[in-house]
């Protein structure tokens, strides 16, 4: 029962299992209805991003670029941004643009929050005082050259809580902070709101926007799509809540933030992923609502706990994992493998997180494992490790695909990105009924590696 730190030998990064920061604010813009992503930077910025998203998501990703070349760098980007901000205003009207910055446009020292104000002026004289004060203009920091996607995803949801939230009447709510997760899963978070009889407001909502419909083809061509996503007026509410869950203490800063200018009471994690977190997000909610736990979310449980029961003692009990990818989902993973009596027995972030290994610390005394444990570290580490210290399965997102087919070791995907199978952005992870899928998912991959055929001729 002891957390084993395993230091970096090298500052050289190979396999790097993080991204980059506008990634994070990109897709957290995404989920806000009729709002467009306007990134400051090179084309490259948004282009890998659309590209990282639609191979995720399996659906476009729509992302203006302000397309800073050498010039801007001598000069300053900002032409680029006032022409930007209007070109996107004038022929998308959205209701909200969210203006991200980049590694380049932070190096130069752009001054954002001077260039909104003149390309609202501008605007102005083009679509008059009323049109353009409609449209939200919101600045999101995220400087890539420090820490990851993560981070983006926390600056641009602190910005939203920063520039739109307003306070006014209680409104007797609860927000809620997903965190980079999957459509199957705010789905599910919703599914859970519902049963508990709690309105909720997503920070952000990227369900129906990663997932939606095909439109037809008379449709009119809309940038993005219409219905889903959290609307500006909810998140201009969010200050009036009666508190706010974040699903990562990861990217809690919004509700740190709005708990700090308009007193809404902040709950930072975990991400209910397995029993244990699942019930603590569940007393969340009651402590902010006093709303009780209704017997169709305890059903919910105790399917969960059924197949727990059925599966994890025969087939799962004592396989050793390695569990890669971000903080909160590598923690969260470790402790449902934990309940399930599997060893957690290398878990890896390439967030530089001192939380993270509080939380694996955690985890190693409720399960009783020893824990070789990284952070800030990249997938060639993990694969020295794997040679000297094989496991039995791998838990993480798709970019290790070919070390675990190397060193023959099944490998479940869970985070982001995964792109090398389909269908898993629509099923939840978090949730009981994430739970069940997780089992499902998890025991159909140790049968397929460690039951073949002939074991279950002997079996016979
Ligand atoms: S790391 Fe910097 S330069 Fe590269 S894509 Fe990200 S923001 Fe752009």
């Given amino acids: 029962m002891s957390v084993n730190i395993i230091k970096k030998e090298r500052n050289a990064i190979i396999n790097p299992l ?46 203006a670029v302000t397309s800073l070349h050498e010039d801007a760098a001598v000069f300053g980007g900002r032409r680029n941004l006032v022409e930007g901000l209007q070109n996107v205003a004038i022929r998308l009207k959205p209701d909200l643009i969210g203006v991200i910055t980049t590694c380049s446009s932070e190096i130069i020292g ?53 520039h739109v939230a307003e306070p006014s009447e209680p409104n007797g709510k609860i927000n809620i902070i997903p965190g980079m997760v999957n459509p199957g899963d705010v789905r599910e978070i919703k599914h859970i709101l519902r049963l508990m009889d709690v309105d909720g407001i997503i920070l952000t909502d990227i369900s129906d926007p990663f997932d939606s419909p095909l439109r037809p083809s008379t449709a009119e061509y809309k940038p993005y799509y219409p219905k889903g996503g959290t609307n500006v007026e ?8 009666s508190g706010t869950i974040s699903l990562t203490k990861y990217a809690g800063s919004g509700a740190v933030s709005l708990e700090k200018k308009y007193k809404v009471p902040a709950e930072l994690g975990p991400i209910p992923i397995g029993v244990q977190n699942t019930d603590q997000f569940l007393r969340n909610l009651k402590k902010l609502t006093g709303n009780d736990v209704t017997d169709e979310i305890l059903d919910e449980r105790g399917l969960l706990i059924d197949s727990m029961a059925d599966f994890a003692s025969r087939y799962l009990h004592g396989r050793t994992v390695a569990i890669y990818g971000d903080p909160e989902i590598t923690s969260g993973m470790a402790r449902f493998v934990g309940e399930l009596g599997m060893e957690p027995k290398l878990v890896l972030t390439g967030s530089n997180s001192q939380d993270f290994v509080k939380d694996v610390e955690k985890v190693a005394a409720e399960t009783g494992a020893e824990i070789d444990t990284m952070v800030g570290q990249d997938l060639r580490a993990m694969e020295v490790y794997l040679k000297d210290n094989p496991v039995d399965l791998m838990i993480g997102n798709s ?19 995964v792109y090398d199978r389909v269908g898993y952005h629509r099923r939840p992870i978090v949730g009981y009924k994430g739970g069940i899928h997780l089992i499902d998912l998890i025991t159909n991959t140790v049968l397929e590696k460690y039951y073949e055929h002939e074991h279950w001729k002997l079996q016979q």
Avoid: W
């Fill in 234 to 241: 909810e998140i201009v509410d969010s200050a009036n809540s």
């Fill in 399 to 417: 970019d290790a695909r070919l070390m675990a087919k190397e060193y023959g070791i099944p490998l479940v995907r869970v985070g982001f990105p």
């Fill in 110 to 162: 752009d001054d954002i929050i001077g260039f909104i104000r003149s390309a609202k002026d501008e605007l102005k004289q083009k679509i008059g005082e009323a049109e353009t004060e409609k449209i939200k203009i919101v600045p999101i920091s995220t400087p890539s050259f420090v820490e990851t996607h993560l981070k983006g995803y926390d600056n641009a949801i602190k910005a939203l809580a920063d």
């Fill in 18 to 63: 993080k991204t980059c920061q506008p990634l994070g604010a990109m897709y957290a813009v995404t989920g806000i209805r009729r709002a467009v992503p306007l990134v400051h930077g090179s084309q490259g910025c948004s282009t890998f991003v659309r590209y990282s998203l639609s191979r995720h998501f399996r659906e476009p990703s729509e992302i």
